[in-house]
């Protein structure tokens, strides 16, 4: 049986549902509803014949950051069109990109609102990351002659299963990647079971570990422990999601045991969430201050400092002794725990990291992260390593040399992308 009709059935069902959730959420937070038009695939006209890359949201716009700022040193006649599907990635890539390439939401997978996209974008070549499977567009590739990549492409052994339901229909859909540039061997072997060409399958590497750090992000660091906690021990737990910031309160409360005078910085993952983390924090006995506020009085005495704004999570982890990466003590996947790394920061995770197992494991593997299964384990942690800076430099060492061991994956890219880009660039 073709699945297609029943999946044009089911996205023609979705948008619409979709669309109102969005709006809805617009009514409090504007960038919701700002630019939706894009959503059904209007909006200006671009550039012709440059390149269209798509990340979902800001983890993979900080992982595309390195392939983006290299393809405009490179070629800087060559336009460049960044997507992304949410508000907060949207977001990141305008203050990533905004000078050298334009960026808009990727339409939904409808057959009218990706063709209308492709005629105002109008590529040479269509660049995707990790693992955005979209029939319609992928086609819609297929149809103009677009030469496709799957970048930094990873599949966890749960999707495989999920898709292989689906049958023909992703079959069918990653069989059109000119290149499907997977992160590891185990991830190249999914692909290949799905569908992909085997011709076109490569072993690239991760490109998260090729991101470039701003080069006085040390100096940044230091401008905020200044600000915030001169003389006085700090951990962040980043990216938080519901469910977790209970777990990280209860680290925090064993911390100050220990360490009467410590900051905890915290960072929920979605902006959404921070009006209601902040809540939180005014029902837990602890003093706070947010950071999207003027610098509030006692700033340098509070015990919680929330991370309410966009873009500053990597100048607080330079900031910090030891970071917490979210997204891990709930099965939500795990988030990017290569910046703190590749900072020296020592890393302290929850045991679901199936997002970016390979990293994990390097990590793990190489005595620079530790896992830790609920809020007392992280508090006892956290705890001990504030006691220890020697300890704290040991680990955060090896966590600098295993990031800057596994860089390359955006030369690989790079070779395999330069000659579809034919006479664009």
């Given at each position: 049986?073709?699945?297609?009709?029943?999946?044009?059935?089911?996205?023609?069902?979705a948008?619409p549902l979709?669309s109102l959730v969005?709006?809805?959420?617009?009514l409090?937070?504007?960038?919701?509803?700002?630019?939706?038009?894009?959503?059904?695939?209007f909006?200006?006209?671009?550039?012709?014949?440059?390149?269209?890359?798509?990340?979902v949201?800001v983890?993979?716009?900080?992982a595309?950051?390195?392939?983006?700022?290299?393809l405009?040193?490179?070629?800087?006649?060559?336009?460049?069109?960044v997507?992304?599907?949410?508000?907060t990635?949207?977001?990141?890539?305008?203050?990533?990109?905004?000078?050298i390439?334009?960026?808009?939401?990727l339409p939904?997978?409808?057959?009218?609102?990706v063709?209308?996209f492709?005629r105002?974008?109008?590529?040479?070549?269509a660049?995707?990351f990790e693992?955005e499977?979209?029939?319609?567009?992928?086609?819609?590739c297929a149809?103009?002659?677009?030469?496709?990549?799957?970048?930094?492409?990873r599949?966890?052994s749960?999707?495989v299963?999920r898709y292989?339901?689906?049958?023909?229909?992703?079959s069918?859909?990653?069989?059109?990647?000119?290149?499907?540039?997977a992160?590891?061997?185990?991830?190249?072997?999914?692909?290949?079971?799905?569908g992909?060409?085997p011709?076109?399958?490569?072993v690239?590497?991760n490109?998260?570990?090729d991101f470039?750090l701003?080069?006085?992000?040390?100096?940044r660091?230091?401008?905020?422990?200044?600000a915030?906690?001169?003389?006085?021990?700090?951990?962040?737990?980043?990216?938080?999601?519901a469910g977790e910031e209970?777990a990280v309160?209860?680290?925090?409360r064993?911390?100050?045991?220990?360490h009467?005078r410590?900051?905890?910085v915290?960072?929920?993952?979605?902006?959404?969430r921070?009006?209601?983390?902040?809540?939180?924090?005014a029902?837990?006995?602890?003093?706070f201050?947010r950071?999207?506020?003027?610098?509030?009085?006692g700033?340098q005495?509070c015990q919680?400092?929330?991370l309410?704004?966009?873009?500053?999570?990597?100048?607080?982890y330079?900031?910090?002794?030891?970071?917490?990466?979210?997204?891990?003590?709930?099965g939500?996947g795990?988030?990017?725990?290569?910046?703190p790394?590749?900072l020296?920061?020592?890393?302290?995770?929850?045991?679901?990291?199936f997002n970016s197992?390979?990293?994990?494991r390097?990590?793990?593997g190489?005595?620079?992260?530790?896992?830790?299964?609920s809020g007392a384990?992280?508090g006892e942690?956290?705890?001990?390593?504030?006691?220890?800076?020697?300890?704290?430099?040991?680990?955060?060492?090896?966590g600098r040399?295993?990031?800057?061991?596994?860089?390359?994956?955006?030369g690989?890219?790079?070779?395999?992308i330069?000659p579809?880009?034919g006479?664009?660039?």
């Amino acid at each position: 049986m073709h699945l297609r009709p029943l999946y044009l059935l089911a996205v023609y069902l979705a948008a619409p549902l979709h669309s109102l959730v969005y709006l809805w959420r617009g009514l409090w937070d504007r960038s919701y509803r700002a630019n939706f038009r894009e959503r059904y695939g209007f909006g200006p006209q671009a550039m012709p014949r440059g390149v269209w890359l798509h990340a979902v949201s800001v983890g993979e716009v900080q992982a595309c950051a390195a392939l983006v700022n290299a393809l405009h040193r490179r070629h800087p006649q060559l336009p460049l069109t960044v997507t992304s599907f949410t508000p907060t990635g949207v977001a990141r890539a305008r203050a990533l990109f905004g000078d050298i390439a334009e960026v808009r939401y990727l339409p939904y997978d409808l057959p009218g609102a990706v063709r209308r996209f492709f005629r105002r974008v109008q590529p040479c070549l269509a660049v995707i990351f990790e693992t955005e499977l979209w029939p319609n567009l992928y086609r819609e590739c297929a149809r103009q002659r677009v030469p496709l990549v799957i970048a930094s492409a990873r599949i966890s052994s749960r999707s495989v299963g999920r898709y292989r339901k689906l049958g023909n229909l992703f079959s069918g859909t990653l069989a059109r990647a000119a290149v499907v540039a997977a992160q590891g061997p185990e991830d190249a072997e999914r692909f290949r079971a799905l569908g992909a060409d085997p011709d076109a399958l490569q072993v690239t590497g991760n490109l998260k570990f090729d991101f470039e750090l701003p080069g006085d992000i040390q100096a940044r660091g230091a401008a905020l422990r200044a600000a915030y906690a001169p003389d006085r021990p700090v951990w962040v737990a980043g990216s938080t999601h519901a469910g977790e910031e209970d777990a990280v309160l209860e680290a925090h409360r064993a911390v100050l045991r220990l360490h009467p005078r410590a900051l905890l910085v915290i960072a929920p993952r979605h902006p959404p969430r921070f009006a209601e983390v902040a809540q939180r924090l005014a029902g837990s006995g602890l003093s706070f201050v947010r950071r999207s506020q003027p610098q509030a009085v006692g700033a340098q005495q509070c015990q919680v400092l929330l991370l309410d704004t966009l873009g500053e999570l990597v100048e607080f982890y330079a900031a910090g002794d030891v970071a917490f990466v979210g997204g891990s003590l709930v099965g939500i996947g795990g988030h990017n725990l290569l910046e703190p790394a590749a900072l020296g920061r020592p890393v302290l995770t929850g045991p679901h990291n199936f997002n970016s197992i390979d990293s994990a494991r390097l990590l793990l593997g190489a005595g620079a992260a530790e896992v830790v299964a609920s809020g007392a384990q992280l508090g006892e942690r956290v705890g001990a390593l504030l006691a220890r800076p020697e300890e704290c430099a040991r680990i955060g060492a090896r966590g600098r040399a295993c990031v800057e061991a596994n860089r390359g994956a955006l030369g690989k890219l790079l070779a395999l992308i330069e000659p579809l880009l034919g006479g664009a660039a």
